[in-house]
């Protein structure tokens, strides 16, 4: 429990006239305990997750999820990214854009698009690499920071993909190429503008390009998987 | 108040012995030109440069000596250890790149850019790079030689990612493994000058391959005559890198051995940029749909086909 000392009952005669009601008298012992809450916390407290419904818990992480879309659509110094990362977001972005590259020219032999799997392990393991190169180089973002950044960054080339399967359905002509090759790029230079406004600050300056650079080629990548996505 | 004796005036110690008193303190190091010379005298006497840093106490470069062996004295399971390996500036892995695409005659790769610091970045992100290069430009090479074609049906040919990354990967890890233990080897039996860590030859053949980047993009041209050019080119300027940074290491050696030895090197520098261009750039100006009509065939008047021979 809470160490509390007993209220003052009877007050010296007042030297300090002000102090009389918190000075403790000296013939009451003050005793207690004073302990640090460790572990669960204690049940009258009123953050605890274990008592509210379900739906709030999940209502706030999808909105904590929701915020940082946001945040990547319209960069700006974001602490919802950076201090309260998740990997929500970069886990349902990344399963939603493996899913949606599925269906390509399904020939099973070498010839195909990517599949589930090989676009699961470059966005995961391209995060991971870049993320060790950016920390070997001395920057001072942490890890997991990172990832959340670079997955949340994903988000304007799953609306990509997403532009590009709906252009495709209506038809697969020149026009059409044409019309997602410049949906991609434009998407492609959003996120790497996204991702390395949030990422490059943490560089010493002699060293931002090294870093920046991977993440380049890592959106130059996906956007390449996106737009060589042909239909059957 | 400060004591009396604070404020009196202290002789202070020649540097090199307050370094020699606590050698963990930071310091400071310019470097000088005339610096290089000597760095390469501690090195001759010096085998080994790995974390047991044994001061020779040369005559003009002990402080020289406790730095380098400052460097790199983390354990090799903590992060810092590999830390050490990127500890490169933009500028310094472009200078690195420039001077493999621009090889000046007679000056060793490793002794000008990178004799004080092997790093591990350049190697890797242009092996990365040139893993997409190749697959892309390929890809894509393809794509414009069989545009006419109304029977082409595009395919994305994403399983090739995987081959060039294991090839070019295999290549630039392994095979200067296999160099450095040759060379080894070799010291052991013939008292070299010159000989190379691990990590100095890994970045010399990272840095080599940049010159590929390229000549990837370039070899979308479909035609034979442009592509065959432009891989000679590019293999004459890396390979050139290579041979003028291996040429010191060997030649002291046993002449044929010394001839084998780089001879080797050149000749899977070729294999590499030779498979590369077969296996992910199809044949221009070859019609795959066409078939080949071996012989006229003429039909007999009573039925029987008669194939004419030519003598």
């Known amino acids: ?232 | 108040m400060a004591a009396a004796d604070d404020l009196k005036f202290q002789e202070f110690d020649d540097a090199a012995n307050l370094l020699a008193a606590n050698p963990d303190a930071t310091t400071i190091s310019i470097d000088e030109p005339s610096e290089i010379p000597k760095n390469q005298h501690s090195r001759r006497q010096e085998p080994g440069r790995e974390e047991d840093d044994e001061l020779l106490g040369t005559d003009d470069s002990d402080k020289t000596e406790l730095l380098a062996g400052q460097k790199k004295s983390a354990p090799f399971w903590t992060f810092e250890y590999y830390q050490t390996f990127f500890d490169v500036d933009t500028y310094q892995v472009l200078d690195r790149i420039k001077g493999s695409v621009f090889p000046v005659p007679g000056k060793n790769f490793v002794r000008l850019y990178i004799r004080s610091n092997p790093d591990l970045y350049g190697p890797f992100w242009i092996c990365a790079t040139l893993v997409f290069t190749i697959a892309v430009s390929g890809n894509l090479s393809n794509f414009f030689i069989h545009l006419g074609k109304p029977t082409y049906h595009y395919v994305p040919q994403f399983r090739k990612v995987s081959i060039a990354a294991t090839t070019i990967y295999a290549y630039a890890w392994l095979v200067p493994l296999a160099l450095w233990g040759f060379l080894m080897w070799r010291n052991s039996k013939v008292m070299n000058i010159v000989s190379y860590s691990f990590l100095e030859i890994v970045c010399v053949y990272g840095y080599s391959l940049f010159i590929y980047i390229p000549t990837a993009i370039l070899w979308i041209i479909p035609q034979k005559v442009v592509r065959w050019v432009l891989m000679v080119f590019s293999l004459c300027l890396s390979g050139s890198v290579l041979v003028m940074t291996f040429w010191p290491a060997v030649r002291d050696d046993n002449r044929r051995i010394a001839f084998a030895t780089v001879g080797t090197i050149l000749l899977l520098h070729a294999l590499l940029s030779v498979g590369c261009l077969a296996y992910f750039f199809d044949a221009p100006e070859q019609d795959f749909l066409a078939p080949i009509i071996p012989a006229p065939i003429i039909p007999a008047h009573n039925g029987t086909t008669v194939i004419t021979k030519s003598h």
């Not at chain 1, 209506?170 to 998407?187: E, I, N, P, Y």
């Not at chain 1, 991977?214 to 390449?224: D, E």
Request: proline share 8%.
């Open chain 1, 1 to 232: 429990g809470k160490g509390r000392a007993p209220p003052a009952l009877s007050a010296r005669p007042a030297q300090f006239p002000g102090l009389a009601d918190v000075s403790v008298p000296q013939d009451i012992p003050v005793e207690g305990e004073i302990t640090v809450p460790v572990g669960s916390p204690s049940p009258d407290e009123d953050f605890s997750t274990l008592d509210e419904p379900v739906r709030d818990t999940i209502m706030r992480d999808l909105k904590a999820v929701g915020k940082k879309f946001v945040h990547v659509l319209y960069p700006r110094k974001s602490s919802a990214l950076l201090r309260d990362w998740d990997l929500w977001g970069p886990l349902v972005l990344c399963v939603s854009l493996a899913l949606m590259l599925q269906g390509g020219s399904a020939d099973s032999k070498d010839d195909g698009g990517p599949q589930f799997a090989e676009v699961f392990v470059i966005i995961w393991f391209g995060a991971v690499v870049i993320t060790l190169n950016s920390k070997l180089l001395g920057g001072t973002i942490s890890f997991f920071q990172s990832l959340c950044v670079l997955g949340y960054c994903v988000l304007p080339l799953t609306v990509a993909m997403l532009l590009c399967r709906l252009v495709l359905l209506l038809g697969s002509g020149t026009g059409a190429f044409v019309l997602r090759l410049l949906v991609v790029l434009a998407m492609f230079a959003w996120s790497t503008l996204a991702s390395t406004a949030f990422l490059a600050d943490s560089q010493p300056p002699s060293r931002r390009a090294l870093a920046v650079y991977p993440i380049f080629l890592f959106y130059f990548v996906i956007s390449w998987m996106i737009l060589t996505f042909t239909p059957q």
